[in-house]
């Protein structure tokens, strides 16, 4: 059975970090790519980060969180990270994973979901 797994949200003043995982199974999370996607209530869906499974593993970021988010892999653990950091009142969110196409839109497999409040 595939399973995506986020776990890491929580309550932080604005400045701070966080760091979420993303633990897979039932795949390697290395065969696929892998993106990090987050929706505020009233907003659609953003699409936040991704990396490919190609060789090099390229990681792509959206621009609003370029330059303090990193996404990284362990595949031996079969799970991604999500380093936040500089978070801002705005990236309050629910943060997802999902397996995604080569277009890094999510595919059928999504985790459940977890919850990042940023306070000012």
């Known amino acids: 059975e595939v399973q995506l797994v986020e776990s890491g949200g929580g309550l932080v003043q604005a400045g701070g970090s966080l760091r979420l995982s993303c633990a897979a199974s039932g795949f390697r999370l290395d065969d696929y790519n892998i993106g990090w996607f987050r929706q505020a209530p009233g907003k659609e869906r953003e699409g936040i980060s991704c990396?490919?499974?190609?060789?090099?593993?390229?990681?792509v970021y959206a621009e609003s969180v370029k330059g303090r988010f990193t996404m990284s892999s362990d595949n031996a653990k079969n799970t991604v990270y999500l380093q936040m950091n500089n978070l801002l009142p705005e990236d309050t969110a629910v943060y997802y994973c999902a397996r995604a196409n080569d277009d890094c839109n999510p595919d059928e497999y999504w985790g459940q979901g977890t919850q990042v409040t940023v306070s000012s």
């Open positions: 990396v490919y499974s190609s060789d090099d593993g390229s990681t």
